[in-house]
């Protein structure tokens, strides 16, 4: 049930969230003036934990999405069903994004 | 015979029969979506590993900046819908109300044109 909720959180989330790819890409469009603040910005502690949030929101509203459809092409209603979706997105969220940010630093990208 | 009073007719109340493409719109982006995200997440990971031109470079190629502007468009179509769903759930007093809606309208064309704007820079500008 709170995982309705939840979705709808992680959307107002990701909504106001958008700004953090358009500030991002609009640095690098505009030049090494916005981008070095932008860079500094997405570096420091705090930034880190917004993208991070930012990553998990993107995985949970997406997997969440994914169940919805499920249910609206009429699968997965029945209440052991359900309850196994809820679950599998809320691990499925906390892995994806684990595994994004482990992933970049390993790679070097981070 | 519709259960209705001569005012609540006048006044529109009642069921708007209307919504279906709201709810197609809504389906259709988020199906998009999933793909598209995929796909972006790659591109910001190979993006953020690479030095400043390369970044630029990435995003104004050809295939790299139309799936951008794809997963853009997706998304701005998809979280107004969202957020104006979100708005007439619980926002009822009239002037909030439309007040709110017409902001969710601004914020998502101004972020959505944001976006383009630099993807399109990046892609035939310098």
């Not at chain 2, 982006?29 to 999933?34: C, D, I």
């Not at chain 2, 796909?39 to 910001?44: E, K, Q, S």
Request: hydrophobic fraction near 60%.
């Amino acid at each position: 049930m709170s995982m309705s909720i939840v979705h709808r959180i992680t959307g107002a989330a990701l909504y106001f969230g958008m700004l953090i790819p358009a500030l991002w890409l609009l640095a690098l469009a505009v030049g090494p003036a916005w981008f070095q603040p932008v860079q500094e910005l997405f570096g420091s502690w705090l930034g880190r934990l917004i993208l991070i949030g930012y990553t998990w929101a993107l995985m949970h509203h997406m997997l969440g999405g994914i169940r919805h459809l499920i249910w609206d092409m009429g699968y997965g209603l029945t209440l052991e069903a359900a309850d196994a979706l809820a679950w599998a997105t809320l691990i499925g969220s906390i892995v994806l994004t684990a595994a994004l940010w482990l992933g970049a630093y390993a790679l070097g990208v981070l | 015979m519709a259960m209705r009073t001569p005012l609540r007719r006048v006044r529109g109340l009642g069921s708007a029969h209307e919504g279906t493409d709201h709810f197609w719109m809504q389906r259709l982006t988020s199906v998009a979506a999933v793909p598209l995200t995929i796909v972006v997440v790659g591109v910001v990971l190979a993006a953020a590993g690479a030095d400043f031109a390369a970044a630029r470079a990435l995003i104004g190629s050809p295939v790299v900046a139309i799936v951008l502007l794809l997963t853009v468009a997706v998304y701005v179509l998809h979280m107004h819908i969202g957020m104006q769903e979100i708005i007439i759930d619980y926002v009822h007093a009239p002037a909030a109300k439309i007040a709110s809606l017409m902001l969710n309208t601004a914020f998502a064309a101004v972020v959505g044109l944001a976006c383009v704007f630099a993807i399109l820079k990046l892609a035939f500008g310098s």
